[in-house]
């Protein structure tokens, strides 16, 4: 999977969203540009999947919280248990923080 920067998650937290996570992570795609690069690579997609389990909303509000001087640490289980309902929803309306592709090269 790779991230989306389609994303909600990306669209509302901006520089502050989870997944942007720079330096380490510098490509991020969107279903669109992820299927024109398998396409030039000699692939066909049969399928880009939203995952249901990014986590993307409460890392992103770690983030956005620290960054304003309010140091929030979210290791508490508890927190990933209260967010799988948003991610679920962001997933179910294909607009996770992650996104799978399945392709196949002939």
């Not at 901006?14 to 024109?36: D, E, I």
Request: net charge positive; proline share 4%; hydrophobic share 45%.
């Amino acid at each position: 999977g790779v991230h989306n920067i389609a994303s909600l998650e990306a669209r509302l937290f901006k520089g502050y969203w989870f997944h942007l996570f720079l330096p380490k992570h510098l490509y991020h795609f969107t279903p669109a540009s992820l299927s024109t690069l398998l396409k030039k690579s000699g692939f066909n997609t049969v399928k880009i999947r939203h995952d249901l389990f990014s986590f993307g909303t409460i890392g992103s509000l770690q983030c956005l919280l620290n960054a304003r001087g309010i140091y929030a640490s979210f290791t508490n289980p508890l927190f990933y248990i209260l967010s799988l309902p948003i991610d679920i929803v962001l997933g179910a309306l294909r607009m996770s923080g992650l996104i799978t592709a399945y392709a196949y090269k002939e």
